[in-house]
């Protein structure tokens, strides 16, 4: 999945992964959309008590697609979903979004499956106590091109617990590599999910590069990734 959110100045909300979306009959008529402080009946014999109340504070503010809970979710696609929710409704709260950003529509893009798979590349360690050490980790997390040779990269830093398995993450950084341009419309966000004992993070927007021939380019990026705590 800051939270990979993107929010359009039409107050069309797309949440999760997501790519640009005009707010147009066409878009309003294909997807389905329910009343503020609206949640259908079905929903809730679908999810938790905790996840319901979830979806209720979400309505109040936004007219909500709830066809992703139609999707066979994996568990970690699950947890990205809820992830992003509680990101929206703390970025409302704190005042990161207002009026007249709400009260519009709210979907998701589809939720990419998690790569679990990435080459992690230790790029600083500092042990700080027996227990306690300083990690830097990085790996390509998207590649471009016909032959992969613009990368995305995502950049970790985090304090590791080994007695506990658990992370802090400190800060976590998407940069480039290749002749791409900057990444201004990428967002990205890495957590420690304390229930798995792993580092998951998302990363969404889209990519400009300039090919070998002086070409431009742009492709959507849509990710879900893992990172290992350990670095033996």
Not at 43 to 69: A, C, F, P
Not at 188 to 213: H, M, P, R, W
Request: proline share 4%.
């Amino acid at each position: 999945m800051k939270v990979l959110f993107l929010l359009f100045a039409c107050s069309f909300y797309m949440s999760g992964m997501c790519q640009t979306v005009e707010r147009n009959n066409q878009n309003i008529v294909t997807l389905t959309y329910m009343p503020l402080d609206s949640v259908p009946n079905w929903v809730k014999t679908n999810v938790s008590s905790e996840e319901y109340g979830l979806w209720q504070r979400l309505s109040h503010y936004y007219q909500v697609d709830y066809s992703i809970l139609r999707e066979d979710l994996s568990p970690e696609q699950e947890v990205e979903l809820y992830r992003m929710i509680r990101q929206t409704l703390a970025d409302i709260e704190s005042g990161n979004i207002s009026s007249p950003d709400l009260y519009g529509y709210y979907t998701f893009s589809p939720l990419p499956k998690v790569d679990t798979n990435l080459s992690w590349s230790l790029s600083h360690l500092t042990q700080i106590d027996s227990n306690l050490f300083l990690v830097n980790k990085q790996a390509p997390i998207y590649y471009a091109g016909k032959e992969g040779q613009y990368r995305v990269v995502c950049s970790i830093w985090y304090l590791y617990d080994k007695s506990q398995q658990k992370a802090t993450v400190l800060k976590s950084k998407f940069g480039r590599t290749g002749d791409c341009s900057d990444l201004p419309n990428i967002v990205g966000n890495v957590e420690f999910l304390s229930d798995k004992g792993i580092l998951q993070g998302s990363c969404a927007g889209t990519l400009d590069y300039v090919d070998l021939l002086g070409h431009n380019h742009v492709e959507n990026i849509n990710v879900i990734f893992v990172c290992p705590l350990s670095f033996n």
